[in-house]
Nanobody, 123 residues
């Protein structure tokens, strides 16, 4: 699976952005998908994940209620809608795919990573 993230940019605090991650290769619908973020000097951290068939979603406490992950299997794409953005959301955001959604939630042994997209939230 090859992943391509897009949609990052510069936004003011309180604003919104929607990230997209398109997938090519093996059957997209059979993979759980997730988003992670990383700032300089820090480890990559889990943001959100969605199971295959979109039956279950998971969020980091820091984004719960503000971010929404969704997927459109007909378009081989996963989305991250980010609302009420804060300066501390500034990071490079990465999408990821794995056969197990809990591998994404735990950040362990993840099968595939996409390249990052920069999100900058100004105060």
């Amino acid at each position: 699976v090859q992943l391509q993230a897009s949609g990052g940019g510069l936004v003011q605090a309180g604003g919104s952005l929607r990230l997209s991650c398109g997938a090519s290769g093996r059957s997209f619908s059979s993979y759980a998908m997730g988003w992670f973020r990383q700032t300089p000097g820090k480890e990559r951290e889990f943001v959100a994940a969605i199971s295959w068939r979109a039956s279950t979603t998971y969020y980091a406490d820091s984004v719960k209620g503000r971010f929404t992950i969704s997927r459109d299997d007909s378009k081989n794409t996963v989305y991250l809608q980010m609302n009420s953005l804060k300066p501390e959301d500034t990071a490079v955001y990465y999408c990821a795919a794995d056969t197990g959604v809990m591998n994404l939630v735990r950040g362990h042994h993840i099968d595939f990573w996409g390249q990052g997209t920069q999100v900058t939230v100004s105060s």
